[in-house]
């Protein structure tokens, strides 16, 4: 049975949504009649081609703006496009990334930059220029997709927990600051999801730590999650549309592991 969580006519950002977990979110918030806008990077005549299906399929509006995460001046002109096209923005989803995995000591400087880039800082000028639309409404919802590496490391991706944690200290501390001004802040940690960064990643640990692709799934990826099994896209779209929805309203400032048991053992 469909949950309606009374969220037709809003309007939703997601960043990093032409693909994987940022376009699952994106197709679950249009279902419940969100009007979205994609971002990110891919080939052109595919986006079009889901913004089409997505926005044949649910009947929301759904436009596409090509903001680079490593410019904030193209950050902010997403946010303006949205408010400006919409009318409004009630839900931002801080969800672009990208990964390079690498000891420290061999860890290319500009990898460094642009996952910091990517990840932390887009979340930040994003943030920046969603709360004070989000304040004149009277509400507001921001959702960053941060990981279980935001609350645990593993080798060989220093950078990528480093930004991480940092998405989810800058999710509590928002959340302190904008507790009484009807916007809440929160964090979504997943464990491994069969993306296709995932699958990269497979590749390159396999490439880093010696080892088949396989016995990197089994040994290394899946070993840290007690079930043993990918988390699904509707794991964290079922999370997702709590949190936006009025039944998570008194959730503010946390950090939700949606991660098979990973970060509980």
Request: hydrophobic share 45%; proline share 3%.
């Amino acid at each position: 049975m469909a949950v309606d969580y009374h969220l037709e006519g809003h309007v939703a950002v997601i960043t990093g949504s032409t693909s994987g977990i940022g376009q699952a979110l994106a197709t679950a918030l249009a279902e419940q009649g969100v009007n979205v806008v994609l971002n990110g990077f891919g080939d052109p005549a595919k986006i079009e081609a889901d913004r089409q299906a997505i926005q044949q399929k649910t009947n929301a509006r759904v436009l596409y703006h090509a903001a680079d995460m490593t410019k904030p001046e193209e950050i902010r002109d997403l946010v303006a496009y949205a408010h400006r096209e919409l009318g409004r923005l009630d839900i931002l989803v801080n969800n672009a990334g990208i990964q390079h995995v690498a000891a420290v000591d061999d860890y290319p400087e500009d990898k460094w930059d642009a996952l910091i880039a990517v990840i932390l800082s887009s979340t930040f000028h994003a943030s920046k220029a969603a709360i004070p639309i989000m304040k004149a409404q009277g509400r507001g919802r921001i959702v960053n997709i941060a990981s279980a590496h935001g609350l645990v490391a593993s080798a060989f991706k220093a950078p990528y927990c480093a930004a991480k944690f940092g998405v989810v200290g800058f999710t509590k501390s928002c959340a302190v600051e904008l507790a009484r001004t009807g916007i809440t802040v929160n964090a979504i940690c997943p464990g491994y999801v069969k993306t296709p960064l995932i699958e990269g990643q497979i590749v390159d640990q396999a490439k880093t730590r010696g080892i088949t692709p396989e016995r990197v799934v089994e040994d290394v990826i899946l070993a840290a999650q007690p079930t043993k099994t990918f988390v699904e896209y509707q794991n964290l779209a079922g999370m997702l549309l709590y949190l936006v929805s009025d039944m998570g309203s008194a959730a503010t400032g946390a950090a939700l592991s949606v991660d098979g048991g990973w970060t509980a053992t």
